[in-house]
Every structure is written in C-alpha cells, then in structure tokens.
C-alpha cells in the first residue's frame, strides 16, 4: 500500500518568514495531494490540494508543489502569522482511500 | 465543500459501555468515513460507511467492536463497544461527494475510565 511520510515533525519560525512542509509518498498511482490545518481541539480543515496533473497551485499566502518524478510535493506558507499555528497532515489517495502523514506542528513566533 | 458536524463533541465513558458517535452531513455525499486520532498522532482510518450495505472495515478493526450504521446519504453513526481505557482517542467522521475529496467534522473526543 501507499506510504506517506512528512517531515519536519516541528517546525518554529518567526512570525513573516515562510514554513516549508514536505511529503513524499511511495505508490506512483496516486494522484491526489490534499494538506490540512488541524487546529487544537478541532477536526482536520482542508487547506489546499493538487492533483498529479498539476505542478503548482497557490492560493493567496499559501502554496503547494508537486514532483511526480521525485514523488514527492510540499506546502509552501509565505509571510506567517500566529494564527498559522497549528499541525499541518498531507495525505495521498489514488481515489480508494487517503495515506496521511504523520503531521508538523507549525508554531509561528510573535 | 461540505459542512460536518459530530455529536457528541466529547464524553467521559466506564469501562464495559458503548458509546454512539452521530455524523451529519449538510449535503448529500457518496463516500463517509470513520477514523480515529490518538493525542499528538495521525489519523487512522477505521471504516468505510457504505449506504444501505455493511461498513468495510480496515485491518485492525472489526465490526463487533465498532459497528457502523448508514441509513442515508447524509448520516451515518459510529458505536465504540465494550470501552476499555485504550479506547480513549478522537473519533473523526469525514464526508465527500466523491473518494478522493473528503471534509472533516469537529470530532468527537472519547475518555475511558
């Protein structure tokens, strides 16, 4: 089956400079890249997603690249603000069933 | 995308009892799912809840110990049986209108003493 693995488990940087999250999985069949936001004591919200005919997707401080070659895709936040701390989960799905991460804790430093 | 919500958002349960996790959609979807989030860790799918079939449980789960029930396209419930202690997570239900989209609820975040 799919294998996901996420890294950096943590992740502190100081409030305006960027956070870099990045995922590589094994099974070259999957084709769909979403990345949540789970804030404390709250359910998993969908953030951004790509499918494998795309490279690049952005939406506003936030993006998402994705190497099918290299199988691997990150999630790129520009500009950071303390209400981006939270866990961050990518997963990956050929359409049967979602692979997650094992999540970063992003912390943003005022 | 579709609206989830979970009752209940928490509970404090005995050893031996059951619990019932409601899941409601605010639209109709094809796919739901059950997973299970222990503190500080990923998310772990237990089930597919198939409307007007049996759940499809994955490996580690089974149907006595977390029964599924889907009546129709937009609830379906989640019974955690016979609690013990390593029972205590949270249970995520998540809803979609195809399998490869799916949004979360709240949560439902059980203790077992």
């Known amino acids: 089956g799919e294998n996901v693995e996420q890294h950096p488990s943590t992740l502190s940087v100081q409030e305006g400079d960027s956070a870099v999250i990045k995922c590589t999985y094994s099974d070259s069949a999957s084709n769909y890249f979403p990345w949540y936001k789970q804030e404390l004591g709250k359910g998993p919200q969908l953030i951004i997603d790509?499918?494998?005919?795309?490279g690049e997707k952005k939406d506003q401080r936030i993006a998402v690249t994705l190497n099918k070659t290299a199988k691997h895709f990150s999630l790129h936040i520009t500009e950071t603000q303390p209400e981006d701390s939270a866990v961050y989960f990518c997963?990956?799905?050929?359409?049967?069933?979602?692979?997650f991460g094992t999540g970063t804790s992003l912390t943003v430093i005022p | 995308s579709a609206v989830i919500s979970q009752k209940p958002s928490r509970d404090i349960c005995q050893r031996g009892t059951s619990l019932t996790i409601q899941c409601q959609v605010d639209?109709?979807?094809?796919?739901m799912f059950w997973y299970r989030q222990q503190p500080g860790q990923s998310l772990t799918l237990i089930a597919t809840a198939n409307q007007g079939s049996e759940a499809t449980y994955e490996s580690g789960f089974v149907i006595d110990k977390f029964p599924i029930s889907r009546p129709n396209l937009t609830f379906s419930t989640l019974t955690v049986s016979n609690m013990s202690p390593e029972d205590s997570s949270i249970y995520l239900c998540s809803a979609g209108p195809s399998s490869d989209t799916q949004y979360f609820g709240p949560g439902t975040r059980l203790t077992v003493l």
């Open positions: 639209s109709q979807v094809t796919m």
């Open positions: 790509i499918r494998s005919n795309v």
């Open positions: 997963a990956a799905t050929t359409g049967n069933q979602f692979y």
